[in-house]
C-alpha cells in the first residue's frame, strides 16, 4: 500500500494510491487514525471512492509524528565528517544506534518551500529514509522489531550546521541547528511493496540528492550499518514506541553537504542559499522537492547573542 495526505478546500484529506490514482478517504481522518484503526481495513473502504489523479493534487507530509528520533545508521557518514569538526568515530557507535530527538512540530510536506534558519549561513540538507511504528511494543526483541514497522517514507532532516557546531558545547544535543523543519514524504510505503527489493536486512534502493540539478550526492539505503531492526530494539528499550512514532535512518553517506565541505573544503560547492531547488530521492519511496526560501531575522538575546 502507497498512502498520502493532500490538500482538499474542505482540509487535509488521506488518500490510497493505486494504479488508478488516489482513492480518498473522508475530511478529517489522518494517517494516524489509519495506523491507530488498522491500514488493511482502511485501504478496502478507500478503495470504494472514485479515484482522483495524483498529479493534480497538492501534497502535505503523508503523517504529522507522534515522536520524531533520528538515528545515526550510516557510521560512514560520520566519518567522512571528521574532517570538518573534532569528531571522532567512537566505539559507542559501533555499539548502539544512537538518536536524538527532533521537533515534531516542524514537519514539512513534500514541496513545501524551506527558509533559512535564522542567523544561519550555513544550511545544508540530510538525505534519509524513515520508519513508520504502525504497532506498538516496549523492550521490542530485535528478530520481531520490523513487524512494528507499518512503513517508510523519504525524509530531510534540515541542518543548520554553524548553529549545530556552536551548540555541541552545550553538550545537550541538537538544538536550534536541527529545529527549523523536517520533511516527510511524499508517501508511506508499506514493506510489501519494496520486499522485492530487500538486501539483507535492508532494501537495495538508490538514495539520490540534487541542487539545482546538479547531483550532489547518495548512496544505496542497503549500504546501512544499522538496520531498522536494531534501531527499533534499541529505540524501544524501556520505552514504549507508539504507532505514528516516525524514527529516521541518519545521512547515508555524501547525503549532505557538510560531508563534502569535510572531505574537499577547496572545492567545496558552498551551503544553500535562498532560490535554491533541492530535490532528495529514494528508489520505489519517491521524491521530495524543495525551494529555500529567506527565514526570519534574528531577534538578539539580552546577550547580545
Known amino acids: 500500500m502507497r498512502w498520502i495526505t493532500f490538500a482538499d478546500p474542505a482540509g487535509d484529506r488521506v488518500g490510497l494510491v493505486t494504479e488508478e490514482g488516489v482513492h480518498p478517504l473522508d475530511v478529517g481522518t489522518t494517517l494516524l487514525d489509519l495506523l491507530d484503526g488498522g491500514l488493511v481495513s482502511a485501504a478496502g473502504r478507500a478503495r470504494t471512492s472514485p479515484a482522483l489523479p495524483l498529479d493534480d493534487l497538492v501534497l502535505r507530509a503523508p503523517i504529522q509524528p507522534r515522536t520524531l528520533r533520528d538515528c545515526i545508521g550510516f557510521l560512514q557518514h560520520l566519518r567522512n565528517c571528521q574532517g570538518g569538526v573534532d569528531m571522532p568515530l567512537s566505539q559507542r557507535h559501533l555499539e548502539v ?75 545537550l544535543g541538537p538544538a536550534k541547528g536541527k529545529d527549523g523543519a523536517n520533511s516527510l514524504g511524499p508517501m508511506l510505503v508499506t514493506p510489501d511493496e519494496i520486499a522485492h527489493r530487500r538486501s539483507g536486512e535492508a532494501f537495495d534502493l538508490a538514495m539520490t540528492v540534487s541542487v539545482n540539478g546538479e547531483h ?90
Open 216 to 305: 550532489v550526492g547518495g548512496g544505496r539505503w542497503s549500504s546501512i550499518d544499522w538496520s531498522f531492526a536494531d534501531i527499533v530494539a534499541y529505540a524501544s528499550r524501556g520505552a514504549q514506541l507508539r504507532p505514528g512514532d516516525v524514527i529516521g535512518s541518519g545521512t547515508v553517506p555524501t547525503g549532505c553537504l557538510f560531508e563534502h565541505y569535510a572531505m574537499d573544503p577547496e572545492h567545496f560547492r558552498g551551503w544553500l542559499q535562498p532560490g535554491d531547488e533541492v530535490v532528495l530521492a529514494v528508489e520505489e519511496l519517491g521524491e521530495l522537492r524543495h525551494r529555500i526560501v529567506e527565514g526570519d531575522a534574528v531577534n538578539p538575546l539580552r546577550t547580545g547573542f
Open 97 to 171: 544506534p544512537g538518536f536524538y530527538f527532533s521537533n515534531a512540530g516542524a514537519v514539512t510536506g513534500p514541496r513545501d518551500d524551506i527558509p533559512v534558519p535564522p542567523g544561519s549561513r550555513w544550511f545544508d540538507f540530510e538525505l534519509e529514509v524513515a520508519a513508520v511504528i504502525g504497532t506498538p511494543g516496549t523492550s521490542i526483541p530485535r528478530e520481531k522489531a520490523e513487524d512494528h514497522i507499518a512503513g517508510y517514507l523519504v525524509y530531510c532532516d534540515w541542518s543548520a550546521r554553524d548553529l549545530q557546531i556552536e551548540e555541541r558545547a552545550l553538550q
